[in-house]
Nanobody, 116 residues
Framework: QVQLVESGGGLVQPGGSLTLSCAAS????????MAWYRQGSGKERNLVAV???????TYRDSVKGRFTISRDAAKNTVTLQMNSLKPNDTDVYYC??????????WGQGIQVTVSS
Protein backbone atom coordinates (compact mmCIF):
# COMPACT_ATOMS: atom_id res chain seq x y z
CA GLN A 1 0.00 0.00 0.00
CA VAL A 2 1.38 3.37 -1.06
CA GLN A 3 -0.03 6.63 0.21
CA LEU A 4 0.41 9.94 -1.57
CA VAL A 5 -0.52 13.24 0.04
CA GLU A 6 -0.71 16.29 -2.22
CA SER A 7 -0.75 19.91 -1.15
CA GLY A 8 -0.38 23.41 -2.51
CA GLY A 9 -3.23 23.82 -4.97
CA GLY A 10 -5.70 26.65 -5.02
CA LEU A 11 -6.77 29.76 -6.87
CA VAL A 12 -4.26 32.07 -8.49
CA GLN A 13 -4.45 34.93 -10.97
CA PRO A 14 -3.03 34.59 -14.47
CA GLY A 15 0.71 35.14 -14.40
CA GLY A 16 0.94 33.95 -10.83
CA SER A 17 2.70 30.97 -9.30
CA LEU A 18 1.80 27.89 -7.30
CA THR A 19 3.86 25.11 -5.83
CA LEU A 20 2.42 21.61 -5.65
CA SER A 21 3.97 19.12 -3.27
CA CYS A 22 3.46 15.41 -2.85
CA ALA A 23 4.76 13.13 -0.13
CA ALA A 24 4.87 9.37 -0.66
CA SER A 25 4.86 6.75 2.05
CA UNK A 26 4.09 3.09 2.48
CA UNK A 27 5.29 -0.20 1.11
CA UNK A 28 7.21 0.50 -2.04
CA UNK A 29 10.71 -0.81 -2.41
CA UNK A 30 12.20 2.00 -4.45
CA UNK A 31 10.61 5.01 -6.07
CA UNK A 32 12.28 5.57 -9.43
CA UNK A 33 9.51 7.59 -11.04
CA MET A 34 7.70 10.62 -9.63
CA ALA A 35 5.27 12.50 -11.83
CA TRP A 36 2.47 15.02 -12.04
CA TYR A 37 -0.56 14.56 -14.27
CA ARG A 38 -3.60 16.70 -14.94
CA GLN A 39 -7.16 15.85 -15.74
CA GLY A 40 -10.16 17.94 -16.66
CA SER A 41 -13.76 16.92 -16.18
CA GLY A 42 -14.64 14.25 -18.72
CA LYS A 43 -11.16 14.27 -20.19
CA GLU A 44 -8.28 11.85 -20.09
CA ARG A 45 -5.45 12.19 -17.64
CA ASN A 46 -2.33 13.68 -19.22
CA LEU A 47 1.27 13.82 -18.11
CA VAL A 48 2.52 17.24 -17.05
CA ALA A 49 6.02 16.40 -15.86
CA VAL A 50 8.02 13.41 -14.70
CA UNK A 51 11.33 13.00 -12.93
CA UNK A 52 13.30 9.78 -12.82
CA UNK A 53 15.71 8.56 -10.17
CA UNK A 54 18.72 9.66 -12.23
CA UNK A 55 17.33 13.18 -12.30
CA UNK A 56 16.11 13.11 -15.89
CA UNK A 57 12.98 15.15 -16.46
CA THR A 58 10.34 15.35 -19.15
CA TYR A 59 7.70 18.03 -19.54
CA ARG A 60 4.53 18.47 -21.49
CA ASP A 61 5.23 20.97 -24.29
CA SER A 62 2.71 23.50 -22.98
CA VAL A 63 4.51 23.87 -19.63
CA LYS A 64 8.14 23.88 -20.77
CA GLY A 65 9.96 26.91 -19.42
CA ARG A 66 7.18 27.61 -16.90
CA PHE A 67 7.02 24.52 -14.70
CA THR A 68 9.83 22.78 -12.85
CA ILE A 69 9.63 19.34 -11.27
CA SER A 70 12.01 18.34 -8.53
CA ARG A 71 12.30 15.58 -5.99
CA ASP A 72 13.81 14.88 -2.60
CA ALA A 73 14.68 11.21 -2.76
CA ALA A 74 15.50 10.98 0.93
CA LYS A 75 12.05 12.25 1.88
CA ASN A 76 10.16 10.66 -1.04
CA THR A 77 8.68 14.00 -2.00
CA VAL A 78 8.12 15.59 -5.39
CA THR A 79 7.41 19.24 -6.07
CA LEU A 80 5.98 21.00 -9.11
CA GLN A 81 6.83 24.68 -9.25
CA MET A 82 4.35 26.35 -11.59
CA ASN A 83 5.13 29.88 -12.80
CA SER A 84 3.48 32.19 -15.32
CA LEU A 85 0.25 30.32 -14.88
CA LYS A 86 -2.42 30.60 -17.55
CA PRO A 87 -6.18 30.00 -17.38
CA ASN A 88 -5.79 26.84 -19.46
CA ASP A 89 -3.54 25.40 -16.75
CA THR A 90 -6.70 25.02 -14.70
CA ASP A 91 -7.31 21.38 -13.88
CA VAL A 92 -7.11 18.75 -11.20
CA TYR A 93 -3.48 17.75 -10.76
CA TYR A 94 -2.45 14.28 -9.62
CA CYS A 95 0.81 13.07 -8.16
CA UNK A 96 1.92 9.59 -9.21
CA UNK A 97 4.88 7.41 -8.23
CA UNK A 98 6.24 3.96 -8.91
CA UNK A 99 9.34 1.91 -9.51
CA UNK A 100 8.50 1.89 -13.24
CA UNK A 101 6.93 4.17 -15.85
CA UNK A 102 4.06 4.73 -16.24
CA UNK A 103 3.42 4.96 -12.52
CA UNK A 104 0.63 2.98 -10.85
CA UNK A 105 0.22 4.75 -7.52
CA TRP A 106 -1.87 7.90 -7.47
CA GLY A 107 -2.74 10.71 -5.14
CA GLN A 108 -6.27 11.94 -4.61
CA GLY A 109 -5.85 14.97 -6.85
CA ILE A 110 -5.65 18.65 -6.08
CA GLN A 111 -7.45 21.52 -7.78
CA VAL A 112 -5.51 24.27 -9.52
CA THR A 113 -7.58 27.20 -10.76
CA VAL A 114 -6.10 30.09 -12.70
CA SER A 115 -8.56 32.92 -12.99
CA SER A 116 -8.84 36.65 -12.52
Amino acid sequence: QVQLVESGGGLVQPGGSLTLSCAASGSISEINVMAWYRQGSGKERNLVAVIFSAGTTTYRDSVKGRFTISRDAAKNTVTLQMNSLKPNDTDVYYCAVDTIFPPRYWGQGIQVTVSS
